[in-house]
């Protein structure tokens, strides 16, 4: 069973591109979440979605970000007109159904370079 | 969720046990303590949780106080590649607030030959 998969793993853009940032999850997980890691600090929550649905985006900045599930394909994690500061390393996990005590798996992550 | 206290850094000998604590004097009765570990420039790995029970996997073992306002994480036979950074997160699991897990700083533990 494969685990969480994320592409690319290196992402480098100029400042005022686009980055896009996929999450394939666990085969019969349907719980996506993404997290940032900026330069040494923790990570932090940035949202939740299920299938077509986002459940909690409270962790995203208001503006530039976007994040999409859908029903067929990879979770993606958008950023436009990026900017130096949004150079960080990118953590999707995937978690089944909720039951008792889900837990969250994580992937490699994908590393952004905005120069 | 309840705060957690850990100490930033411990060494550990290869071959010998690495005991993590963590503090959460506040815990509530439904919530759970996790551990993850991040080995450098990979992403966190899942490794044990428990709720009020002590817990055994091949990984590691957990030891939750009887009050639960404290654990301990034990790698019974330390490996160099057992160094990383644990974190110990508290958590309502399946809840509308349970789903953000709340890193912290962890423990940076360092494994010697």
């Known amino acids: 069973n494969a685990g969480v998969m994320q592409n690319p793993r290196h992402l480098v853009r100029r400042r005022g591109q686009e980055a896009r940032l996929r999450c394939s999850p666990m085969?019969?997980?349907?719980?996506v979440y993404w997290y940032r890691q900026l330069p040494e600090e923790g990570l932090k929550f940035m949202v939740y979605?299920?299938?077509?649905?986002?459940?909690?985006e409270s962790g995203m900045p208001k503006e530039r970000f976007s994040a999409e599930f859908p029903k067929e394909g990879p979770s993606i994690l958008r950023i436009q007109q990026v900017v130096r500061g949004d150079s960080a390393a990118y953590f999707c996990?995937?978690?089944?159904?909720?039951?008792?005590?889900?837990?969250?798996?994580f992937g490699p992550g994908t590393r952004l370079l905005v120069l | 969720d309840a705060k957690t206290t850990q100490p930033p850094s411990m060494d550990c000998a290869e071959g010998r046990a690495a005991n993590l604590p963590c503090n959460h004097s506040?815990?509530?009765?439904?919530?759970?303590v996790y551990w993850y570990r991040q080995i450098h420039s990979q992403g966190p790995q899942y490794i044990i949780h428990?709720?009020?029970n002590n817990e055994t996997n091949e990984m590691a073992s957990l030891i939750i106080t009887e009050d639960r306002k404290s654990s301990t994480l034990i790698l019974p036979h330390a490996t160099l590649r057992d160094t990383a950074v644990y974190y110990c997160i508290v958590r309502v699991p399946n809840s509308n607030s349970g789903y953000a897990l709340n890193f912290g700083k962890g423990t940076s533990l360092l494994v010697t030959p």
């Open positions: 428990g709720l009020k």
């Open positions: 506040t815990i509530s009765g439904n919530e759970y």
């Open positions: 996990a995937s978690s089944p159904l909720f039951g008792l005590a889900e837990t969250q798996y």
């Open positions: 979605l299920q299938k077509e649905n986002i459940i909690d």
């Open positions: 085969k019969g997980h349907s719980h």
